[in-house]
């Protein structure tokens, strides 16, 4: 069964870069049949899909985020990474990464999801 777990500081500073780590147990994620996400959800509001990098290493990402986003992986560790520069309090939110058959992810009822880490951006 796969397992995803993201890690990475709770607390960043406005306007430094945010970067969290996805490792991935029970699959590899060069599976070309998967896409590797980031979603997040920002307090009170719903699930932003953020982007995905697919099992092929093609990268993709959501439209609102794009300009301060960029994922990577390391296939030597079976992990995928989520960077976004600039952040303001806005950022602030619980990250999750996901796996799952469809490119954009919206909903916590399909796909396998990691626990989810909490992100504060704060001075």
């Known amino acids: 069964q796969v397992q995803l777990r993201e890690s990475g500081p709770g607390l960043v500073k406005p306007s430094q870069t945010l970067s969290l780590t996805c490792t991935v147990s029970g699959d590899s994620i060069t599976n070309a049949y998967y896409y590797w996400s980031w979603v997040r959800q920002p307090p009170g509001k719903g699930l932003e899909w953020m982007g995905a990098?697919?099992?092929?290493?093609?990268?993709y990402y959501g439209p609102g985020l794009k300009s301060r986003t960029s994922i990577s992986r390391d296939t030597s560790k079976n992990q995928f990474t989520l960077q976004l520069s600039s952040v303001t309090p806005e950022d602030t939110a619980v990250y999750y990464c996901?796996?799952?058959?469809?490119?954009?992810?919206?909903?916590?009822?399909?796909?396998?999801w990691g626990q989810g880490t909490q992100v504060t951006v704060s001075s």
């Open positions: 990098i697919a099992g092929s290493g093609s990268i």
């Open positions: 996901v796996r799952d058959d469809s490119l954009e992810v919206h909903s916590t009822t399909h796909g396998d």
